[in-house]
């Protein structure tokens, strides 16, 4: 299968930084949100962005007017119709996502591929939801997704062989490095570093530390680009939250259980970065 034309549904984070990397990668890309508002949004963030990348002479004027013609957004879904593969990235909600995959079947072509940028959810109920099961898995990008190296393709066993392929081989084309993994809830990233998260809030909790000696603790201990409540700013409290919910509901493991912290501040809107207060104020 050959892809051209990629449809991103969802304009959050996630969604603009894929919009970004596949048009660079030479994709036609369709950003569908909720909103015309959204969806103008998506646009300017990353015009934004792209001049900020000319003026530091990392893309020419010329590159980045190419990559925002490769660019369209739009709040109709029916947009989507035409495109060889969509990447869902909305909410990290399953009947949110679950409804929409329903939705897609209907009005994307019956050969595309659809997959989820989901971070830890069930790919196979995704595909569950839709009536082309084989052709539905999980290309699971890293934030923010131009920087990231990693895409985890995630193989749910109802996925065609022919389906890993292409995702993969469009990871590839992206200029990521792809791993594969079962459909198991995190992953390989997430699974992992998702106790480690929850530990460092229970650490500071428990009061063995301050928040900033943690982060400098693990920066500078373990080389790590940044310290644990830095980087649970930059993923958003919501969506960190929602995946150790997910971690919990599968493996009952008493690391994934989200420390109490972390619920607080999702209920009091303190999501991080997006919101400009976390653990941090922006
Ligand atoms: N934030 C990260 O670090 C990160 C990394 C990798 C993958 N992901 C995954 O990417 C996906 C999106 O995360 P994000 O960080 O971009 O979140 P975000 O909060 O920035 O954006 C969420 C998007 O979902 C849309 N949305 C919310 N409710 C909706 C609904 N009912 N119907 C349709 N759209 C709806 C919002 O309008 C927004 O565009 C999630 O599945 C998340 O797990 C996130």
Redesign the pocket.
């Known amino acids: 299968m050959n892809i051209q034309r990629v449809g991103v ?9 894929l919009a970004e990397v596949a048009a660079r990668a030479g994709y036609d890309v369709v950003v569908r ?3 015309q508002a ?1 969806a103008d949004a998506v646009y300017t963030g990353l015009d934004a962005g792209l001049v900020k990348q000319v003026a530091r002479e990392k893309l020419t004027d010329e590159e980045r007017q190419a990559i925002l013609g490769r660019i369209t957004v739009t709040d109709d879904i029916s947009e989507l119709a035409l495109a060889d593969l969509v990447i ?6 399953l009947a ?2 679950k ?2 995959f329903a939705q897609l079947d209907e009005i994307v072509r019956p050969e595309a591929i659809l997959a ?6 069930p790919v196979v109920d995704l595909a569950m939801a839709t009536k082309r099961p084989e052709l539905v898995c999980g290309i ?4 923010p ?1 131009p920087m990231m190296k990693l895409v985890e393709i995630i193989r749910p066993i109802t996925a065609a062989d022919e389906t890993i392929a292409v995702a993969t081989a469009f990871a590839a084309s992206c200029g990521k490095d792809a791993v594969e993994v079962k459909d198991r809830a995190g992953f390989i990233v997430n699974a992992l570093l998702f106790p480690y998260l929850n530990n460092a809030v229970r650490m500071w909790e428990q009061g063995t530390a301050s928040m900033a000696d943690i982060d400098t603790a693990m920066q500078g201990g373990c080389n790590f680009p940044m310290g644990p409540f830095a980087l649970l700013d ?3 409290l ?3 939250l ?2 150790l919910d997910a971690l919990y509901q599968e493996f009952r493991d008493a690391n994934y259980a989200a420390v109490p912290t972390i619920r607080r501040m999702v209920a009091a809107g303190q ?1 991080g970065r ?1 919101a400009k207060q976390g653990f941090y104020t922006y």
């Open positions: 549904l969802g304009s959050g984070i996630m969604g603009s930084g949100s909720r909103s959204g869902e990235s909305v909410v990290e909600n949110v996502k409804a929409l989820t940028n989901t971070s830890t959810l699971h990008f890293f934030n997704a930059l993923v958003g919501d969506t960190s929602s995946i999501l997006k």
